[in-house]
């Protein structure tokens, strides 16, 4: 059997569901450790493995700024490492898979195969009104895992390591005439963050879980500051009292938490 690793950053938890989605497959057949990446990861531990899966959310048709800082602090290891590459998307992930593919590749991690998979939008929690496609996986899965699954077999028993990145989409660069209201209007939202003292049972599940540590204990309730904050929403949608919010719309909206993302794993 393989000693597989697979590592993943995750929002609101689309990413880390599509991550033990495709460790169920791959158990029966490989040693497979799922991590979800941190800042104090052992680098040095990577070569270890035979082959390792690294996904990651796409924001703005970008890396997460996380993942790609994960990556940018990697060593360039001596000997090439065999990598699963994917990303998950609302509507589409413009280049960023091919942007951190690129990147891996930078640092000897070689991206045999890659794979998008759209779903739930958990931005959707910004809008007045949201369709039914927000709240679901693209069709087809399933068969989506167990074509990925296959890929990974099959690049483990292959000698042979083919570098496969993605090609780039022409039209991407036109995001770029939406980018700026955009950003615009997620700094906005981004800075409004807070929790809702009547709701907040100071439980620290927010200080927990940000890997970006944009939160911190307080005496009654956590502190938020925003200078790192991606706005990945995952303190918005875990919270178990809803008392992280934005605006006061949003207060009692659907939460894509672990109770939300456990109805795809049981399919």
């Known amino acids: 059997m393989s000693n597989i690793l697979s ?151 292959n000698d042979k390591i083919s570098y496969n990145v993605p090609a780039f989409k022409l039209y991407v660069p036109l995001n770029n005439l939406l980018k700026w209201p955009g950003k615009k209007w997620f700094y906005y939202y981004r800075d409004r963050l807070h929790n809702l003292e009547d709701r907040c049972t100071n439980c620290n599940l927010c200080v927990n879980n940000c890997r970006n540590n944009c939160w911190s204990e307080g005496e009654n309730h956590p502190y938020y500051k925003s200078e790192n904050c991606e706005f990945c929403l995952g303190c918005v949608h875990n919270c178990p009292e809803k008392a992280v919010i934005f605006s006061e719309g949003m207060t009692n909206k659907t939460r894509f938490n672990k109770k939300f993302y456990s109805k795809f794993l049981k399919k």
Request: net charge neutral; with cysteine; charged share 25%.
């Open 7 to 157: 590592l993943f950053h995750t929002g609101s938890g689309s990413t880390k569901t599509v991550a033990t989605l495709l460790e169920t497959k791959l158990k029966e057949f490989h040693n497979i450790e799922m991590q979800r990446v941190h800042q104090d990861f052992d680098y040095k531990k990577l070569p270890d493995y035979d082959f390792i899966l690294i996904g990651f959310p796409t924001y703005f048709w970008t890396p997460s700024k996380f993942i790609t800082e994960f990556v940018e602090k990697m060593p360039v290891y001596e000997h090439p490492v065999k990598a699963f590459v994917y990303t998950t998307c609302g509507i589409y992930n413009g280049n960023s898979l091919r942007i951190l593919v690129k990147k891996l590749f930078n640092k000897n991690i070689i991206a045999v195969a890659h794979e998008t998979i759209k779903g739930p939008a958990s931005d959707y929690i910004l809008f007045p009104v949201s369709a039914s496609l927000m709240f679901e996986y693209e069709n087809g899965l399933s068969e989506k895992i167990d074509r990925s699954a296959r890929k990974i077999n099959e690049q483990i028993s």
